[in-house]
């Protein structure tokens, strides 16, 4: 009944720029956060960025400066404009939020499907 539908993905080359969607939908009562994790072949999957309701915002090491978390409330739609884009950034990217449902009294994870980012020259 809850979805989290990334788009956005694709190739780009060094130094470029994506900027990645995810819209959640569903009976959805409190979103208490969205974001962004991030998972390449043979690696853990990893934290890339997090907005919470009260619009803190968390980034990896990795991407501070060159990643912007952002949302629009009304949609339940959450952001990533990735800009200087290097190969280490290439992974599938998911994205995270953690809810409150509408038949629901606590928050709980939920995940979406995950978009390939491949950055190559």
């Known amino acids: 009944q809850v979805q989290l539908v990334e788009s956005g993905g694709g190739l780009v080359q060094p130094g470029g720029s994506l900027r990645l969607s995810c819209a959640a939908s569903?009976?959805?009562?409190?979103?208490?956060?969205m974001g962004w994790h991030r998972q390449a072949p043979g690696k853990q999957r990893e934290l890339v960025a997090v907005?919470?309701?009260?619009?803190?915002?968390n980034y990896a090491d990795s991407v501070k400066g060159r990643f912007t978390i952002s949302r629009d409330n009304a949609k339940n739609t959450v952001y990533l404009q990735m800009n200087s884009l290097k190969p280490d950034d290439t992974a599938v990217y998911y994205c995270?939020?953690?809810?409150?449902?509408?038949?629901?009294?606590?928050?709980?994870?939920?995940w979406g499907q995950g978009t390939q980012v491949t950055v190559s020259s």
């Open positions: 995270y939020g953690n809810f409150i449902a509408n038949w629901g009294t606590r928050a709980h994870d939920y």
């Open positions: 569903g009976s959805i009562n409190s979103i208490y956060a």
């Open positions: 907005v919470t309701r009260g619009g803190s915002t």
